[in-house]
């Protein structure tokens, strides 16, 4: 099992910048994909940015392509999101996730709030 703990949230202005951390207790080389989620007050979680074990391959949600940027150092077990341009409705829990076939660990999520 491997533990994920989030940091680097915190209260932004719009147009603002933030660097999310996701440290890991054990190893993260061997996840397939490591992402990042969010979920908004009254909303679904969705998925943020994801990348894969080597980090050849990123996937971005529509709402976030050109903004943020997901990265992963599997030496250092962590994981990154830096997320630039805030938007007040960027607003929203993010939560790591870590993945592959059968085994599925989430954060306890960082607070993320961006002010108009």
């Known amino acids: 099992q491997v533990q994920l703990v989030e940091s680097g949230g915190g209260l932004v202005q719009a147009g603002g910048s933030l660097r999310l951390s996701c440290a890991a207790s054990?190893?993260?080389?061997?996840?397939?994909?490591m992402a990042w989620y969010r979920q908004a007050p009254g909303k679904q979680r969705e998925l943020v940015a994801a990348?894969?074990?080597?980090?050849?391959?990123?996937n971005y949600a529509d709402s976030v392509k050109g903004r943020f940027g997901i990265s992963r150092d599997n030496a250092k077990n962590t994981v990154y999101l830096q997320m630039n341009s805030l938007k007040p409705e960027d607003t929203a829990v993010y939560y790591c996730?870590?993945?592959?076939?059968?085994?599925?660990?989430w954060g306890q999520g960082t607070q993320v709030t961006v002010s108009s």
């Open positions: 996730n870590a993945w592959l076939p059968g085994e599925n660990y």
């Open positions: 054990g190893s993260i080389a061997r996840f397939g994909v």
């Open positions: 990348i894969t074990r080597g980090s050849d391959s990123t």
